[in-house]
């Protein structure tokens, strides 16, 4: 077993390494460059807003959804399996509390406590509603959905209370993977292959927006086919720091 991380005050970036035989980890290394540390074996990490849990994808495929969920408290370093994933799980975040993580699952968006206690939240659901996200300022939820009908597919922004979502007509094809700026105003998101549904990497340009839809800005232009940013929070949420 691996010692209990410390964390610098000055901040910790945890991240994700696949090796060439497709083996999983998750580090943490400081703000300074300093201290490149392995934490444990797995994929996805999140970490909860007040630095006590891990939350990671372990077993499986995790970077296409079908990882089981773990959770590991950073303080003693004990882990434990949140559930075992039988279906697909895209996306997840802590909560304003640090102490529910909110998933998707199958056909519905879920919170679960590190101690396993699962319960669904109150909002009528599409069975393409995934990656949620968590505004760290007022708690509301943003993810997305990549339903082949395009009437329906797109961004989604909750209220506070997450009982009832705002669809963000935007001009973007299957915009993808939303994340939260520090200031709980913006998002940055992806654009998406329409045809690649259920394809964790299938983005190519970064997009900001207003969290009401307005303001829309492209901030890359890859079209070499080569160069891309396959999700948006690969780059802005997974890189979490504390």
Same mark, same amino acid.
């Given at each position: 077993?691996?010692? @209990?991380?410390? =964390? ?5 970036? !945890?991240?994700?390494?696949r ?16 201290s490149?540390? +392995? ?10 807003? *007040?630095?006590?849990?891990?939350? !990671? +994808?372990r077993?499986?495929? @995790? ?20 559930y ?18 909110v998933?998707?699952?199958?056909c ?9 206690? %699962?319960?669904?939240?109150? +909002?009528?659901? *599409? ?38 979502? $705002? ?11 939303p ?16 045809? $690649?549904? !259920? ?11 207003? %969290? ?5 800005? $492209?901030? %890359?232009?890859?079209?070499?086919g080569?160069?891309? !940013? @396959? ?5 802005? %949420?997974? =890189?979490?720091? =504390?």
């Open positions: 077993d691996l010692p @209990p991380l410390a =964390l610098s005050p000055l901040g910790t970036i !945890f991240y994700g390494r090796s060439a035989a497709n083996s999983y980890t998750i580090w943490a290394i400081n703000y300074d460059g300093s490149d540390t +392995l934490v444990t074996a797995g994929a996805r990490p999140r970490v909860s807003r *007040d630095g006590h849990y891990l939350a !990671f +994808l077993g499986g495929t @995790p970077l296409v959804t079908q990882g089981n969920a773990w959770v590991r408290d950073l303080g003693t370093g004990q882990e434990s399996l949140l075992s994933n039988s279906n697909y799980t895209i996306g997840y975040d802590w909560d304003l509390t640090s102490t529910n993580l998933f998707d699952w199958d519905w968006l879920w919170k679960i406590t590190p101690g396993g206690a %699962s319960s669904l939240l109150p +909002l009528t659901t *599409d069975c393409y509603d995934d990656a949620p996200v968590v505004n760290p300022v007022d708690g509301r939820l943003a993810f997305h959905n990549l339903n082949p009908n395009t009437a329906i597919a797109g961004l989604y922004v909750t209220t506070p209370a997450i009982t009832n979502e $705002q669809r963000l007509n935007l001009p973007v094809p299957a915009a993808s993977w994340a939260w700026s520090p200031d709980g105003q913006l998002l940055a998101f992806a654009d998406n292959d329409p045809s $690649q549904a !259920f394809t964790a990497d299938g983005g190519t340009n970064l997009y900001v927006v207003n %969290s009401d839809g307005s303001g829309l800005n $492209q901030i %890359s232009d890859f079209t070499d080569t160069n891309r !940013f @396959p999700r948006s929070e690969e780059h802005t %949420s997974e =890189l979490q720091s =504390l």
